[in-house]
């Protein structure tokens, strides 16, 4: 069996996959979509769970996928997610070989984390801006932080680990408690993530001048804690490590707009309705389902997605005057 690397332009080699499984989402951050939510794919264009499973395998099969993260929306939403997981396993059981997680909001964790892991889910991320329950209403206009820490402790207990958590700042909001989120996660093991926020809102509104930056996320947690520079190589993970109060745990700040890596970028993603993007800024998609659905072989499919690939842009342009944000939110493109 050919491996056809998906090799860029720019000599990047495609080796993280990130797989949306679901726009749908069951809460509403207030940075990601409306109150009201969003028209959710009609079923016949989302990717059935054989069809996922099948992409999964020629990803990592026939192209050299080696990481494969499970998004949404909201992954935990998707009924077959345990037999997803498990189904993409028994495509490479050797962990070392494939590593697999999902991004979550952590609702439901607590009924289905023994299972995923019990499927070969490595670890999770989690979502989680405050720990302050009234803040937590505000962000995401649900109450429902005590469901999320539970989720969390239900990830730690599964050996889902190490659990990472990703936080975005919003000015005004939660930027005075970024100290408060870290000590929070440091007490229970977990390893902390802040993000800095995109323009991927299905809003439209997001605004750069009111964008909480990754100097000033650095300068609020170095009031409390020693920060110094992480001694292991970053390579194309997203996050830049900072060693707390001598290590050896770490905080991460993903810099994705002031300090962008685009040049490291391994990554590349895969929508619920079956469309390749290239970067999460992308403004085109090449579409596998209609291949997919009309008989496409699996080398077939491979090489579309190895085209596809060729096409990624040298960097996300947002300092660009003639940047335009995504058609789609984040929600729509998985994370």
Not at 33 to 62: F, H, I, K, N, Y
Not at 121 to 139: A, E, H, K
Request: aromatic letters at 4%; charged letters at 30%; glycine letters at 8%.
């Amino acid at each position: 069996m050919r491996t056809l690397p998906l090799l860029d332009r720019f000599g990047r080699v495609g080796r993280d996959l990130r797989v949306s499984l679901t726009d749908r989402c069951n809460l509403r951050c207030t940075y990601c979509m409306p109150p009201e939510g969003l028209p959710w794919l009609p079923d016949e264009q989302e990717l059935s769970d054989d069809e996922v499973v099948r992409l999964a395998t020629v990803a990592v099969e026939r192209l050299g996928i080696t990481g494969i993260r499970f998004t949404g929306g909201e992954p935990l939403l998707r009924r077959g997610l345990v037999d997803i997981v498990r189904r993409v396993r028994e495509v490479q059981p050797d962990r070392g070989r494939l590593g697999l997680s999902i991004t979550t909001n952590a609702l439901g964790l607590t009924r289905r984390a023994e299972d995923l892991a019990a499927a070969g889910l490595d670890r999770v991320n989690v979502s989680l801006d405050t720990v302050r329950p009234d803040t937590f209403q505000q962000i995401a206009l649900r109450d429902r932080l005590h469901d999320v820490v539970a989720g969390l402790e239900a990830a730690h207990r599964a050996g889902l680990g190490p659990v990472k958590v990703n936080a975005v700042l919003l000015r005004g909001v939660n930027d005075d408690q970024a100290p408060e989120l870290l000590r929070w996660c440091l007490e229970r093991g977990y390893q902390l993530r802040f993000i800095e926020q995109m323009p991927l809102d299905a809003q439209h509104g997001w605004d750069r001048s009111s964008m909480v930056t990754a100097d000033e996320i650095h300068a609020r947690l170095a009031e409390e804690f020693d920060l110094a520079p992480a001694s292991e190589p970053r390579g194309s993970a997203p996050a830049e490590l900072f060693a707390v109060d001598g290590g050896p745990a770490t905080v991460g700040v993903i810099a994705s707009v002031t300090r962008p890596f685009c040049g490291d970028c391994d990554r590349v993603r895969l929508t619920a309705d079956g469309q390749v993007r290239t970067c999460l800024f992308a403004r085109d998609e090449s579409d596998l389902r209609t291949a997919l659905r009309a008989g496409a072989t699996d080398e077939e499919l491979a090489e579309r997605w190895v085209v596809a690939m060729r096409g990624k842009a040298a960097g996300h342009g947002i300092d660009d005057e003639s940047f335009l944000q995504p058609d789609r939110p984040m929600s729509a493109i998985g994370g």
